[in-house]
Structure formats: C-alpha cells, structure tokens
C-alpha cells in the first residue's frame, strides 16, 4: 500500500516508515503552529492585515514544506522566520518609514538572489566548508537557542533590569505545565515511545482546556480573504539605493539561519555524510530560497527552514515525508485555524524544551583537545541565543575561528571559504 511513498523517499534505506514519518511531520507541525498566529501579529504592527497575513504564512509554509520534502528530501518545515519578521516590521517599516509594500518588494529581491546564490555551487561550497567542530558548535548553539525561547516562552524565565534574565514566576500553571509535559515528554522517550513529542503537547494542550486556563477555540472556520496583502509587494521602490541594506541583510540572516538549521538538524539525525557533507544541499537550499520569494508576492516576510524541525526528527523523520506532512498540516490548518490556534505556547515549550536538550547533546563530540576548534565552537554556541540569532551566532563564531587560526599560526588550516564567510560578516557588523 505504501510502496510508492517508500520508493520515493527511500524510507527503508533511511530505516523509518510511514507512520513514522507522518508522526513527526505533525509533531514538527505542532512544534511551528504558533507562527500562524504570532507573525500575523507582528506584521500588523507594520500597518498589514491580519487576516491576510495569516493566509500568507499558511500558504508560504505550506509550499516551503512540501518543496523540501518532496525535492531536497529533507525532514525540515519552512515558515515565515521570527528574526525575519521582527526585523521587516520594526526596522524596515517602522524604524526607517518605508511602506510595508516596499519591504516585501526587498524580501522579493532577497528571496531572487538566495534563489540565483543556491542555483550556483557557491553556496553548498560555503556550506559544506564549515569546519566539523564550528558545525557542532552550530548544532548545539540551535539546542540552547531553543532552549531559551522555550523558557521565555512558558515564563519560566523573564527579563530582569539588573540582570538582563532573571527567573519568573516559577509556581504559576503556565511554567508548572511546562516543566510536566517537559518530565513527561523525557521520560516517555527515555523508554523508546516515538511519539512522546506529540502526546506530550496534546496532553499538556488537554489539560489546559480542560480547566480553563487555555481557550479552546474550536475545530474549523472559513478562511479570511488574502487579497488585502496578495501581490501587494513594490519591487520599483524596493530597487531604490536606501534599500540595499535592507536587501543584503535579509539575504544574509536567511542564507545563514537556513545553513545553521540544516546543519543542526541533518547532524542530530544523522543526515550527513561520512565527510560531514549534507547530500542534496543544493536542492535543499532551492527549496528554501524559492519560499522566501514566494512568501514575499503571498504577502509575508521572509520563509525559512525551522529549527523547530528537530522536534520532528527527534520523533523518528528522516525524510522530506515528514516534511510534506507539515506542508498539508499548513493547508489543512487555513480551515483548522481556531484548533491549531488552541495549543497553548506553554504546551509548545514544554516540546521546544525536550528537543534543546537532544540538540544540545552535539557538544560532547567537539574536539575538547584542540582549543582553536573548541573555543570558536562553544562562542558560537554561546552567542546564539544571547544575541536571539543563528545568523548572527555563526558569523561571530566564523570570525573568532579565523581570529584564533591566524594567532596560533594555523591560519593554513581555515579553507578558504570560512575566510571568506567571516569577512562577510565582518562588513555586515560594521555596516549594515
């Protein structure tokens, strides 16, 4: 009955199944769905339409989803991204006065340059170029990343005057139900139940409907009209020389936070090659930049691959399957809006919680015995979720790392292109 799904996605050579797969896609789905709610919210500060917004980024992961499965073969869900999405409302339309027209237009022009950068081998050249310890280093930097948004989402932790961080309220439902369906999740994969992520999210969700402290709000509705933001995007203004930043920063914060992720993900499922290498990088990128340009004419900031993702290749994924899994969930979720809608984000936590810990795990294989590969590894790791970015974690990382070489006296052991991906991010920190 399923031969054709497993010949297609080669399911027995990446020893998994069907159900197995579509276990994951939902659970990496539950792991996303607060986007549909969240980025509508951010882009109507930005003067955008609710409800067009939330069609958008159904649509634009949707499609993102169902390319990177269905193409590169990829267990990993793409959607709007939050970093992006921040920085096209706060920055772009607010902070500099242009019309939300004008920054889709720049996401427009990005996603076409990512697109023309993952056609050309430059980009799989830099990627797989990333040395195996800043690539660990990367990996487990997404688990600590995860980890406090985790904690800031349940309130588990908050922000403090004095020291930027400090602990919430720690005896209050939202973090108690956190830190449960956090044991519970753990302890359930602890004995090998593959869908503990999934049954853990759904039960920590129940129990909060059940008492009242989270709002059920129903199964389906009809779908709002997306005319209001479709192909609403101004590429003329976008072409104007005050936007080039805003060009070349969309580009680089999607091109990195889409390597950290692959990365991140493909090595916690042990996705890559005997080299370190990812296979079809190529196609994996296609997906991704395609998506970014196809969200922009939808009428959303830019699409990526999330690290949410891992949550599903924690479940058992390891094929793009999984993938078109969150891609149909997206599609199904424009009528089931008010049931994805109810999870509650302290459910979500409790997820994003239990995958940290497993993605962080990459950090006892770092080579601890050589420190110009440790160091840079653990400040990109560190650097992650103190500056609430992947792009910008890696790019201090790359440059601490070529930093470091050149001190020793090692300067021949950086490949070229880590030279290369460092002095971008140099000129960006200093300009853009």
């Not at 090692?410 to 000129?427: D, G, N, Q, Y």
Request: with cysteine.
């Amino acid at each position: 009955m399923f031969e054709p799904l497993n010949k297609y996605f080669n399911l027995d050579e990446n020893r998994t199944t069907v159900g197995r797969e579509v276990t994951a896609g939902l659970t990496t789905f539950l792991a996303m769905a607060y986007i549909t709610v969240v980025n509508p919210l951010i882009l109507t500060d930005a003067g955008m339409d609710f409800g067009g917004v939330f069609v958008a980024t159904c649509c634009a992961a949707a499609l993102g989803s169902l390319v990177m499965g269905l193409v590169a073969n990829y267990p990993v869900g793409l959607a709007p991204g939050m970093g992006q999405n921040a920085f096209f409302t706060y920055a772009v339309v607010i902070g500099s006065g242009h019309p939300w027209q004008t920054a889709l237009g720049a996401v427009f022009i990005s996603g076409i340059l990512f697109i023309l950068l993952s056609i050309l081998p430059i980009r799989a050249w830099l990627i797989n170029s990333i040395p195996k310890n800043l690539k660990l280093g990367m990996a487990t930097g997404i688990g600590f990343f995860l980890a406090f948004i985790a904690l800031k989402n349940a309130g588990i932790v908050e922000a403090n005057a004095a020291t930027l961080v400090g602990l919430g309220e720690l005896i209050s439902f939202p973090v108690l139900m956190a830190f449960g369906g956090f044991a519970a999740i753990t302890a359930l994969a602890s004995i090998g139940f593959r869908g503990a992520v999934i049954l853990g999210v759904l039960c920590v969700s129940a129990v909060g409907w059940l008492t009242g402290q989270a709002d059920f709000l129903g199964v389906v509705s009809q779908p709002p009209s997306a005319k209001p933001v479709f192909m609403q995007l101004d590429i003329a203004a976008a072409l104007d020389l005050s936007m080039i930043s805003v060009i070349l920063t969309l580009l680089l914060v999607d091109v990195f936070d889409t390597a950290g992720t692959l990365v991140g993900v493909a090595t916690r499922g042990n996705l890559v090659d005997e080299s370190g290498r990812l296979p079809r990088l190529g196609k994996a990128l296609l997906a991704d930049s395609s998506a970014t340009a196809a969200g922009a004419l939808l009428g959303t900031s830019s699409t990526t691959s999330y690290i949410e993702s891992a949550a599903g290749v924690e479940s058992g994924g390891r094929t793009g399957l999984s993938a078109v899994v969150v891609g149909i969930a997206f599609l199904l979720c424009l009528v089931f809006a008010p049931l994805a809608q109810s999870v509650p984000s302290y459910a979500a936590a409790a997820a994003l919680l239990f995958v940290s810990a497993s993605l962080a795990q990459s950090i006892v294989d770092i080579d601890w015995n050589d420190l110009t590969e440790s160091a840079p590894a653990i400040l990109t790791a560190l650097m992650m979720p103190l500056s609430f970015s992947i792009a910008d974690g890696i790019g201090i990382g790359f440059i601490s790392f070529v930093a470091i070489k050149t001190f020793s006296g090692r300067v021949s052991e950086v490949p070229v292109a880590v030279h290369f991906i460092a002095a971008v991010f140099l000129l960006k920190f200093m300009f853009l």
